[in-house]
């Protein structure tokens, strides 16, 4: 079932592209960010993580990319794959002990 | 698999009624949170525990409340139940109190009030 919103932002990319998911934060005192996926009927799955004093990050064919200058946070995906389908989320924490989550992106991989 | 568990995953009630929730966290995770995800309002953080004692609170209702076991499972009670209340309930954990470490999700709790 919907987990998220009728009206998120959409992306859609055909399989092998890569695809770039967008986040502007609230708070240029945030210092902890974290992406998260939400497939379907599932909770949030920690993708990545980056904070305050780093620019960039690269895991396993993802990649996030902090400017704090304009507060942007973006997730990068390397040769998306039909399983990359989800609602994506990025999440900011402002040294407190919860984290804010934005609205989302939906991607959808075309074959 | 995050390592959450949450219970039940679905519950349908009617509008006035009692229900509770139930978490159990990772293994080693002190912290405890719980989160609401309805249709028009994403990811609304409604209140956190650490190690048994309430550590933050977000927009949780009166109706609405929490607490964490000496076994760290936790239970989230919601009470008058309104239409609105129609949601999906998350349970995370993390290692750290601070938020400083990432959240791990449960697959939640849908709960429908008619």
């Known amino acids: 079932g919907e987990s998220v919103g009728l009206h998120l932002p959409t992306l859609s990319v055909q399989e092998g592209d890569n695809s770039i998911i967008n986040c502007a934060y609230s708070?240029?005192?945030?210092?902890?960010f974290i992406w998260y996926k939400q497939e379907s009927g599932k909770g949030p799955q920690f993708i990545i993580d980056?904070?305050?004093?780093?620019d960039k990050r690269q895991g396993q064919r993802v990649t996030v990319l902090l400017n704090k200058t304009v507060k942007h946070l973006s997730l990068q995906i390397a040769a998306t794959q039909p399983g990359d389908s989800a609602v994506y989320f990025c999440?900011?924490?402002?040294?407190?002990?919860?984290?804010?989550f934005g609205t989302g992106t939906r991607l959808q991989v075309f074959p | 698999d995050s390592g959450v568990t949450q219970t039940p995953k679905h519950l349908i009630t009617a509008t006035g009624q009692r229900v509770t929730l139930r978490c159990s966290p990772r293994?080693?995770?002190?912290?405890v949170y719980w989160y609401q995800q309805s249709l028009d309002q994403g990811l609304q953080f409604l209140i956190q525990?650490?190690?048994?004692?309430?550590?933050a609170k977000g927009n949780i209702l009166e109706r609405f409340s929490a607490q964490q076991f000496p076994d760290l499972h936790s239970e989230l009670n919601l009470s008058s139940l309104e239409l609105g209340d129609s949601a999906l309930y998350f349970c995370?954990?993390?290692?750290?109190?601070?938020?400083?470490?990432?959240?791990?999700f449960g697959n939640g709790t849908r709960l429908t009030v008619t």
């Open positions: 708070n240029s005192a945030s210092d902890y």
């Open positions: 999440a900011e924490n402002l040294n407190t002990d919860k984290l804010i």
């Open positions: 980056i904070r305050s004093n780093m």
């Open positions: 525990y650490y190690n048994g004692e309430e550590r």
């Open positions: 293994s080693g995770d002190l912290s």
């Open positions: 995370a954990s993390s290692r750290r109190v601070d938020g400083s470490s990432p959240l791990h």
